[in-house]
DNA sequence: GCTTTAAAAAGTAATCT
DNA sequence: AGATTACTTTGAAAAGC
């Protein structure tokens, strides 16, 4: 039987950081190639990159959003080119900005097929929402870790809302154990 | 003083223009689906419960009564789809569902998920199909559900798949199409849910 | 509340061949 | 009848309406 905490994997990656500059984010556009810029939609400027693949948003606050990445190392590489490319610019960029984890994105798979209609009850019709209507999977909010776990009828389920990697290991335990208690694990 | 007698006035005046505002909206919207007296009420309560609870704060009073009218139809065990209800209401499929979801949770409703059977009843009848039509559908449902087989899946597209099998099997053949069509479904659901109930079923279509 | 970004899960749906 | 594309859900930040 394979842990299912060996088959966690991290699906994407949100932090925020800033460049403690204000920017002039028309004439970035103007500049910056491959960059989306359309204030009447979104305040932000939108830059992607392709290794590792992610998207920025850079707002004039100098502040910035980096999503899309696949770990927080990738998150770091990522910014570092924004910020790189933002240099070339002569816009003056901080040594080295501190840099945030809001939110991490995992899968992970318990192996087993699940029962969500006797989850939903077992684990409580108060602590889950599983309205197979609007959407296939169950929701599951923990609170600790803090975050919300989405459960599939394959097994399958995405944890999100946790800010290190370890709070998806810690959900993934709970999860099996709270099911194998309920007997619905098998 | 006078002022502010004045304006409590007002403000119960409206309150209460949009109670009634709301409660002759779940009447307009349960006349239109045909739905009990019984269910009206249900729906009454929980709207004014939602309104007591302080929940219509952001949200617009016809989402609420809506949502309430589907909450109630499911509480009474004559569920409609959020599909057939927003075509009775000004609110929108998406909004209906949220504020659904967002009301259970804050009143407690504590909703089981809807039982595919609840459907064959009503929508056998408006395919004319006998009542060994429905039964048949029932075991199709019973059987196929307590193997897993209805995880994540939508209640109106698990029963029309299975109603469309019994239908085979009773030799009253409905088409995909007329089982959808009265299901709110397509017809490409109802042949991939098909296909896994037979299986699991053991009968070879 | 909304707007935008990215990514996964699985179901449903629209559209085209 | 496939295949494709796209939308549903969860979470978080940013600035502005």
């Not at chain 1, 870790?145 to 993934?172: M, N, Q, W, Y």
């Not at chain 2, 919207?29 to 249900?42: F, H, I, Q, T």
Request: hydrophobic share 35%; charged share 30%.
């Amino acid at each position: 039987m394979t842990d299912p905490k060996d088959t966690i994997n991290i699906e994407n990656v949100v932090a925020s950081t800033g460049i403690g500059q204000e920017l002039d984010l028309q004439s970035v556009a103007m500049d910056l190639e491959g960059a989306d810029y359309d204030p009447e939609q979104f305040p932000g400027l939108v830059y992607r990159t392709q290794n590792p693949k992610s998207a920025a948003l850079i707002f004039r606050s100098g502040k910035i959003v980096c999503t899309g990445a696949k770990s927080t190392d990738d998150v770091h590489e990522s910014l570092r080119i924004v910020f790189d490319k933002l240099r070339e610019l002569q816009i003056q960029v901080n040594e080295d900005p501190e840099i945030v984890v809001q939110n991490i994105v995992t899968s992970a798979d318990l192996g087993r097929n699940l029962n969500l209609n006797a989850i939903a009850i077992g684990l409580g019709l108060e602590n889950i929402e599983y309205e197979p209507e609007q959407f296939p999977g169950l929701v599951y909010r923990l609170d600790e870790p803090e975050v919300v776990a989405l459960l599939f009828g394959s097994g399958k389920l995405v944890i999100t809302g946790g800010k290190r990697p370890v709070d998806a290991e810690h959900a993934v335990d709970k999860i099996v154990s709270r099911l194998e208690d309920l007997g619905l694990l098998e | 003083r006078l002022r502010k007698w004045q304006e409590r006035i007002r403000t119960k005046d409206a309150g209460e223009r949009n109670l009634q505002f709301a409660l002759s909206e779940i009447d307009r919207m349960a006349s239109a689906l045909g739905v009990p007296r019984s269910v009206r009420e249900v729906a009454s309560v929980i709207y004014r419960r939602a309104l007591k609870e302080d929940l219509i704060r952001g949200r617009s009073i016809e989402g609420v009564a809506t949502s309430a009218l589907y909450a109630a139809c499911r509480k009474e065990g004559i569920p409609r789809s959020l599909e057939e209800i927003s075509e009775v209401s000004r609110v929108e499929r998406k909004e209906i569902g949220r504020t659904y979801r967002y009301i259970s949770q804050e009143l407690g409703l504590e909703m089981r998920p809807v039982d595919p059977k609840k459907y064959v009843p009503r929508f056998c009848s408006e395919l004319e199909l006998s009542e060994e039509v429905q039964t048949k559908a029932n075991e199709i449902i019973e059987k196929t559900a307590e193997e897993g087989l209805l995880s994540g899946k939508s209640p109106t597209g698990y029963a029309a798949a299975a109603i469309y099998a019994a239908s085979l099997l009773c030799n009253e053949k409905k088409t995909q199409r007329e089982v959808a069509d009265v299901a709110q479904v397509t017809e490409v659901t109802i042949r991939n849910r098909y296909q896994e109930q037979i299986e699991a079923m053991g009968i070879h279509g």
